[in-house]
């Protein structure tokens, strides 16, 4: 059980770095939460530099897969501890908790971003096949449509639906589990989003040019 724990604990404190409050600080002196949605995560970032939008989401992403690794090695431990833990498990619970560590990260008094940068990262580890369906399928919609909020929100709740589909989840319930409440929170954390869409409110997403 301390092995579960100490997953948990390692993804959580891997997905809670906040990497675009803490660009956004270091090279424009601001904070990223005053600005735009007020969102630390890569679309808002984008919205003053895309520079740094990139890169806050390639580290976002970076870090829910070096969270589910961990999940990995700590599941390596644990098979020399004790009887022969299920792998899948561990990653599972090092995929929830990285996204959850990123949306409600104790550095921001838990207001984070919205999950779907790192749930790339821990994506890419755990359903590679089903990922790149869902990440051309998110380009499609904001191409058609311009709104990144609604690419996400459909590609979160078509994501366990394409990797049970294409049995992208190496046939582990936990895994499928996992997927599910990620998608669930993503469309949670996306609920002002909904309201503003379906007010016709909600902003398109155009690239400033900006100076970084």
Do not use: Q
Not at 64 to 80: K, Y
Not at 81 to 110: D, E, N, Q
Not at 164 to 192: N, W
Request: net charge positive; proline share 4%.
């Amino acid at each position: 059980m301390s092995f579960y724990i100490a997953t948990a604990v390692v993804a959580y404190l891997l997905g809670s770095i906040p990497f675009g409050y803490i660009l956004v600080r270091a090279f424009r002196g601001r904070d990223i939460r005053a600005s735009g949605s007020g969102n630390i995560g890569a679309t808002n970032v984008a919205r003053s530099s895309p520079a740094l939008g990139a890169l806050t989401l390639l580290l976002d992403a970076t870090k829910g897969l070096l969270a589910v690794t961990a999940g990995s090695l700590l599941a390596i431990s644990a098979s020399r501890a004790a009887a022969r833990p299920p792998l899948y498990a561990f990653a599972a619970i090092a995929a929830l908790f990285a996204v959850v560590g990123h949306m409600f990260p104790m550095w921001l008094k838990f207001r984070g971003g919205k999950g779907v940068a790192t749930s790339v990262g821990v994506f890419l580890a755990l359903a590679p096949k089903t990922l790149l369906v869902a990440l051309a399928l998110f380009v499609a919609l904001v191409a058609v449509f311009r709104y990144v909020s609604l690419g996400s929100i459909i590609v979160a709740a078509a994501f366990p639906l394409i990797a049970y589909a294409l049995h992208d989840y190496h046939s582990s319930p936990a895994i499928l589990a996992a997927m599910t409440a990620i998608a669930v929170l993503i469309i949670l954390k996306h609920r002002e989003n909904i309201h503003r869409l379906l007010a016709g409110t909600e902003s398109r997403f155009v690239l400033k040019r900006t100076r970084t």
